[in-house]
Structure formats: structure tokens, C-alpha cells
């Protein structure tokens, strides 16, 4: 299956909608942004979502100690 050159483009739009606001809420709760890019890869993206949901944000520890 070849990509033309408008393929290639709405995949990249796709791609950075779907980045962009997972980058900045990984950020927000205190981990990398760059582990959103985790979102790219089938499979990998369903458990990121539910570790962001389920896990004890690095932000909230910081909370707790002060």
C-alpha cells in the first residue's frame, strides 16, 4: 500500500492532534512529555491512557510531602 503525498500529511495532522494534548497533560501530572508519543503505537496507547488514569501522579507525591 503506497502513501501519497496527501496521506502522508492527514497522518501527520492526526498525528499531532493526538500528541499535542496528551504531551501537555503528561507534563502537567510530572512526567515527560516525550512519553506521549506512546500514543503513535497500537496497543501501547490503550495502557498509557489507563496508567495516566490509574497510576499516583509524580505531581501529587510532590503535594503530599509539602
Known sequence: MQVG???FLF???WAVILIFPFWRISERVGYPGWISLLMLVPGINI???YFLAL???PSEKTKEVS
Open 11 to 13: 497522518m501527520l495532522f
Open 55 to 57: 497510576s499516583k501522579w
Open 47 to 49: 495502557i498509557y491512557v
Open 5 to 7: 503525498g496527501f496521506g
